[in-house]
């Protein structure tokens, strides 16, 4: 079965960090550019960054440049997200998906992580 | 970048046809054929319905067509059918980065 699994989400004070997870199955992740998009309780999709296969190529969305770094463990078929700096504008559901044309075909589940004092 | 825009809300009767538009700029929607099409349910995941403005993934319904004029994109559903209530999101290339539409509230009367 095509599986994306995330984890790693949850209550964080501002200025915090945490290292999000998504494990992979059932498709050959190591070919794939893999993506996070974030969703804010009651909002819209916002895309957040993304990766090549190789992990040689990164791009972020510009309100996260310098404090999210994306990577990945292609022997492990895991994607990561680590996001420090946290405000409460960084509150959201955390997908990850596959990318295929600039399309995202297979979504996890998604995590949440709530900035709160 | 700004959001692609979306009509925040949509509605149609169960086997008429509703259209979705998504206007962009000659950065996003207009340079690139790179407009994708989301459903999402309440709590759950959204899920891919059109690819590179036109194309349908495996398992999507043929009700589903998406097309693109210019600066502006269109998801048309056809034979609405009460499954099809969700929200819907566009989504275009912008050179080394993605945007989303702000979303659309589809609603079947």
């Known amino acids: 079965e095509v599986q994306l699994v995330e984890s790693g989400g949850g209550l964080v004070q501002p200025g915090g960090s945490l290292r999000l997870s998504c494990v992979a199955s059932g498709f050959t992740f190591s070919r794939d550019w893999m993506t996070w998009v974030r969703q804010a309780p009651g909002q819209g999709l916002e895309w957040v960054a993304n990766i090549k296969p190789d992990g040689s190529e990164k791009y972020y969305v510009d309100s996260v440049k310098g404090r999210f770094t994306i990577s990945r463990d292609n022997a492990k078929s895991s994607l990561y997200l680590q996001v420090n700096s946290l405000t409460a504008e960084d509150t959201a559901v955390y997908y990850c998906?596959?990318?295929?044309?600039?399309?995202?075909?297979?979504w996890g589940h998604g995590t949440m992580v709530t900035v709160s004092s | 970048q700004s959001a692609l825009t979306q009509p925040p809300s949509a509605s149609g009767s169960p086997g008429q046809s509703v259209t979705i538009s998504c206007t962009g700029t000659n950065s996003d929607v207009g340079g690139y054929n790179y407009v994708s099409w989301y459903q999402q349910h309440p709590g759950k995941a959204p899920k891919l319905m059109i690819y590179e403005v036109s194309k349908r993934p495996s398992g999507v319904p043929d009700r589903f067509s998406g097309s693109k004029s210019g600066n502006t994109a269109s998801l048309t559903v056809s034979g609405l059918q009460a499954e099809d209530e969700a929200d819907y999101y566009c989504?275009?290339?912008?050179?080394?980065?993605?945007?989303f539409g702000g979303g659309t509230k589809l609603t079947v009367l």
């Open positions: 998906a596959r990318e295929a044309a600039v399309a995202f075909d297979i």
């Open positions: 989504s275009s290339y912008a050179g080394s980065k993605v945007i």
